[in-house]
Nanobody, 122 residues
Framework: QVQLVESGGGLVQAGGSLRLSCAAS????????MGWFRQAPGKEREFVAA????????YYADSVKGRFTISRDNAKNTAYLQMNSLKPEDTAVYYC???????????????WGQGTQVTVSS
C-alpha cells in the first residue's frame, strides 16, 4: 500500500509558475514509476507527465512539453511537477499516481493521491 498526498496547487495568473509536490508513504516509493494526471470539469482524466523509478526516463503530454518538468527525489519519497508558462487551459485538479509500469494511461497506476486544484486566470 502506498499513500500519496499532493500539495502546491493554487491560483496563478497566466504565464506564472507553480510547483506541485507528491509525498509518498508506505511501501517503497522508489520502486514505482510515477505519473501526473489532471482532470478539468466535464472532461476525462488526462495524462500530463510520467517518470521512471530511476528517473532515467520521462514522458510528457504534447500540451505541456517544454513548459512542465517532472522530477523525483527517492530519498525524500517525493515527486514534483514544475509548471511554467501556465495557461488557462491548464486549469484542473492534478493527481499523482504510482504503478509498476511507466505508461501514459491512468488505468495501470495502482495508487492515487486525492488531487490538488490548479487554477490559471487569464
Amino acid at each position: 500500500q502506498v499513500q500519496l498526498v499532493e500539495s502546491g496547487g493554487g491560483l496563478v495568473q497566466a504565464g506564472g509558475s507553480l510547483r506541485l509536490s507528491c509525498a509518498a508513504s508506505g511501501r517503497t516509493f522508489s520502486s514505482y514509476a510515477m505519473g501526473w494526471f489532471r482532470q478539468a470539469p466535464g472532461k476525462e482524466r488526462e495524462f500530463v507527465a510520467a517518470i521512471s523509478w530511476r528517473a532515467d526516463s520521462t514522458y510528457y503530454a504534447d500540451s505541456v512539453k517544454g513548459r512542465f518538468t517532472i522530477s523525483r527525489d527517492n530519498a525524500k519519497n517525493t515527486a514534483y511537477l514544475q509548471m511554467n508558462s501556465l495557461k488557462p487551459e491548464d486549469t484542473a485538479v492534478y493527481y499523482c499516481a504510482v504503478g509498476r509500469w511507466l505508461v501514459v494511461t491512468p488505468a495501470p497506476y495502482d495508487y492515487w493521491g486525492q488531487g490538488t486544484q490548479v487554477t490559471v486566470s487569464s
